[in-house]
């Protein structure tokens, strides 16, 4: 069992930055894939980024591609998701979510299915 619980979000002015936390509990947090996906309204979960169990490998979303950093510290059970040049589309509830295994393939990552724990989310507001 894990359970991940958001922080981070807020209000922030275009080109702003933000940095979400996602803290976790349960054992295999240093053994699982981390990623982090956002849903605006009315509209499909999407895929963010993900980082693999060590951190030596991440995939981001080509839209958000220059914009974020996600990282982790296993001592920490933490992982984070650093924001930049925040524009009013990526307004949203941001969710973090644990998976089974890595894959490099970035369709697979994205897949919303391949995650078994999630998060409440946390909402961040872009204001123009």
């Known amino acids: 069992q894990v359970q991940l619980v958001e922080s981070g979000g807020g209000l922030v002015q275009a080109g702003g930055s933000l940095r979400l936390s996602c803290a976790a509990s349960?054992?295999?947090?240093?053994?699982?894939?981390m990623g982090w996906f956002r849903q605006a309204p009315g509209k499909e979960r999407e895929f963010v980024a993900v980082?693999?169990?060590?951190?030596?490998?991440?995939i981001y979303a080509d839209s958000m591609k220059g914009q974020l950093t996600i990282s982790r510290n296993n001592a920490k059970s933490t992982v984070y998701l650093e924001m930049n040049s925040l524009k009013p589309e990526d307004t949203a509830v941001y969710y973090c979510?644990?998976?089974?295994?890595?894959?490099?393939?970035?369709?697979?990552?994205?897949?919303?299915?391949?995650?078994?724990?999630w998060g409440q989310g946390t909402q961040v507001t872009v204001s123009s």
């Open positions: 979510a644990a998976a089974v295994i890595f894959s490099t393939s970035a369709q697979t990552m994205g897949n919303p299915g391949k995650y078994d724990y």
């Open positions: 349960g054992r295999s947090f240093s053994s699982r894939p």
């Open positions: 980082i693999s169990a060590t951190g030596i490998s991440t």
